[in-house]
């Protein structure tokens, strides 16, 4: 999808028009309920504003064709869903935090139309991508798990509708996640918005600097499925696409920093939300918007992110910044050994012995960021009561 106007025509199209259809965006907007329900003055009224959501949704997509329904109505009823929230979010405005988190599902409604059209200005930035770099790297381990995933899927249609339905999941696990950060306080977790903000900035940095497009706009699905390999890559080195998956991946990229930002004592939604970056890397291999390169790439760049939100709300601790660095400098460097080794020399055993390093470093790295968040709460701890 790509937008040739301004950012603002954009934003009006995708309220406005029902013929386009964006379902990450539309998705995402009933969640604002959440925030709203979670910040309620009681759980009375947080159950009344749930149901008065879920409420208008139906009678909207009953309605809105008099009981013909049809995927437009469902679209149409998660707009509904999203204006009704962020009209609760405006009569919330005078508590504690209810200007911060009305601007900040406005900056959430308002991301997806923004970042299509900063999709596509990235081609104009660099026209040539990368794909053939990765590619091989994929083919080099010899068992090429994007490529069974994306014929397994290709031949499963109830795989192939489930993987397009959570791959366009990427923004309610975010808003989710703000909204449980609004009611669970954790000195150990970044803010998710932070966090979301950080990530898409450097990841529109990456796919400039770095840009890939992913399997399916590279082959092709016939040509993906058939394995491409017996094929000549398309255009050689020359190829071009205006669309930008990578690299890294974004979508496992945010959902695996989401998953680390969940306060603690909310243990079953931290495994949750950790399950469903698995889930969201599973379906982005399977619909063939990424290499398994992506997602390697992405292990280091959480890293970085993490480590880098963490400094720039405790710039004191230097241990963060360092870690930053050095996580940093693992994705950079790999980025580089992609294009600077030719592919000619990827061998198994030295692409399988990069990538456990890579996920060995992203252990150690988990275990840094552990430590320093036990140490961080002993802080907390230790300090009296009125100081907190």
Not at 80 to 109: H, K, M, P, Y
Not at 225 to 253: C, E, V, Y
Not at 255 to 275: D, G, K, S, Y
Request: aromatic share 14%.
């Amino acid at each position: 999808m790509g937008y040739v106007h301004s950012p603002w025509h954009a934003i009006a199209d995708m309220w406005l028009r029902n013929d386009i259809r964006v379902w990450d965006w539309a998705i995402s907007l009933p969640v604002i309920s959440i925030v709203v329900a979670l910040n309620a003055r009681n759980v009375r009224e947080s159950w009344t504003l749930v149901a008065a959501t879920v409420l208008l949704v139906f009678a909207v997509a009953f309605l809105y064709t008099l009981g013909r329904p049809t995927i437009v109505d469902v679209y149409v009823a998660a707009k509904a869903g999203g204006l009704f929230g962020l009209f609760a979010l405006a009569l919330q405005i005078r508590t504690r935090g209810g200007l911060e988190r009305l601007l900040t599902v406005i900056v959430f409604s308002t991301f997806i139309p923004l970042s299509l059209i900063a999709l596509d200005k990235t081609s104009t930035v660099r026209a040539l991508t990368l794909d053939q770099y990765v590619y091989a790297f994929d083919e080099a381990l010899s068992f090429n798990p994007a490529q069974h995933l994306f014929v397994l899927f290709e031949n499963n249609h109830w795989f192939n509708i489930s993987s397009t339905i959570i791959y366009d999941l990427i923004l309610p696990p975010t808003l989710i996640l703000y909204a449980i950060q609004t009611r669970w306080q954790d000195p150990t977790a970044a803010s998710a918005i932070l966090v979301f903000i950080v990530a898409s900035v450097a990841g529109f940095i990456c796919y400039v600097a770095f840009p890939v497009s992913g399997p399916l706009y590279f082959f092709g699905a016939g040509r993906y499925a058939a394995h491409p390999a017996t094929f000549p890559f398309p255009q050689g080195i020359d190829f071009k696409a205006s669309w930008r998956n990578a690299m890294p991946s974004l979508h496992f990229g945010l959902t695996l920093l989401m998953a680390l930002n969940v306060p603690r004592q909310l243990r079953i939604t931290r495994a949750a939300f950790f399950t469903f970056a698995v889930i969201i890397a599973i379906a982005a291999l399977g619909k063939g918007e990424h290499y398994f390169t992506d997602m390697i790439a992405a292990l280091p760049f959480v890293c970085a992110i993490q480590y880098l939100c963490r400094w720039i709300v405790d710039a004191r601790a230097n241990r963060l910044l360092t870690g930053f660095i050095r996580s940093a400098a693992v994705f950079i460097s790999f980025l580089i050994f992609l294009v600077v080794i030719p592919p000619g020399f990827y061998k198994p055993g030295v692409v399988w012995i990069l990538t456990t390093m890579i996920a060995a470093i992203f252990m150690y790295e988990l275990r840094n960021l552990a430590r320093n968040n036990r140490g961080l709460t002993c802080t907390e701890s230790a300090l009296p009561n009125d100081s907190r």
